[in-house]
């Protein structure tokens, strides 16, 4: 079974750096699947943040594509995010997200980051 | 790229059938056969429902079913039941080689 767990700081001060990291448990991220980060501000929709695939290749939502970078760390089996600088509106729930091929099939709990001074 | 629309609520009675659009454009919902549905309840996680348009991944009740005309995908759920009050969500893949989800859709049984 192929469980996501986020894990990070939940307060953000505005103009730093969000960084959250994903630790995989039930599968060996470097043996396939896609990986990525979703966000939901608080009240609000779903946004798509951003894939990392087997290859290596990423990619990211363009409104925010200067700002945020996914990778992945397999020795530790995680995934992570880092989105800088940021401001209010990036207050979320982030979820980390794993599929097969075009769908999510696999989601995170999510985690609550606030930025605020 | 722009939200996907989707209406903001929809009701009906336990027992009815209930219909959620998706409407996109050629550049994502129209031009792939890679659309999905995510159900969401308050506090959850979302939780995959349907992918590529119209197949249920598996322990996914066939009461749900999905579908595309052109530019507009639709989730159906039949025999509505009161478990199935929740958000509703499509996404699709893009041209751009992204996705995109949908505005979201409350479903209220009544």
């Known amino acids: 079974q192929v469980q996501l767990q986020e894990s990070g700081p939940g307060l953000v001060k505005p103009s730093e750096t969000l960084s959250l990291t994903c630790t995989v448990s039930?599968?060996?991220?470097?043996?396939?699947?896609?990986w990525g980060w979703i966000r939901q501000p608080p009240g609000k929709g779903l946004e798509w943040i951003g894939n990392?695939?087997?290859?290596?290749?990423?990619y990211y939502n363009p409104s925010l594509k200067s700002r945020v970078t996914v990778s992945v760390d397999t020795s530790k089996n995680q995934v992570s995010l880092k989105l800088s600088p940021v401001t209010a509106a990036d207050t979320a729930v982030y979820h980390c997200a794993g599929g097969v091929d075009m769908a999510v099939d696999y989601w995170g709990q999510g985690t609550l980051v606030t930025v605020s001074s | 790229q722009s939200a996907l629309t989707q209406p903001a609520s929809v009701s009906g009675s336990p027992g009815q059938s209930i219909t959620i659009s998706c409407t996109g454009t050629?550049?994502?919902?129209?031009?792939?056969?890679?659309v999905s549905w995510y159900q969401q309840h308050p506090g959850k996680a979302p939780k995959l429902m349907i992918y590529d348009v119209s197949k249920r991944p598996s322990g996914v009740s066939n009461r749900f079913s999905g579908s595309k005309s052109g530019n507009t995908a639709s989730l159906t759920i039949s025999g509505l039941q009161a478990e199935d009050e929740a958000d509703y969500y499509c996404?699709?893949?893009?041209?751009?080689?992204?996705?995109?989800f949908g505005t979201g859709t409350k479903v209220t049984v009544l």
């Open positions: 990392i695939y087997q290859s290596g290749s990423t």
């Open positions: 996404s699709s893949y893009t041209s751009s080689s992204t996705y995109v």
């Open positions: 050629r550049s994502e919902v129209g031009g792939y056969n890679y």
């Open positions: 039930g599968y060996s991220i470097s043996s396939g699947y896609y």
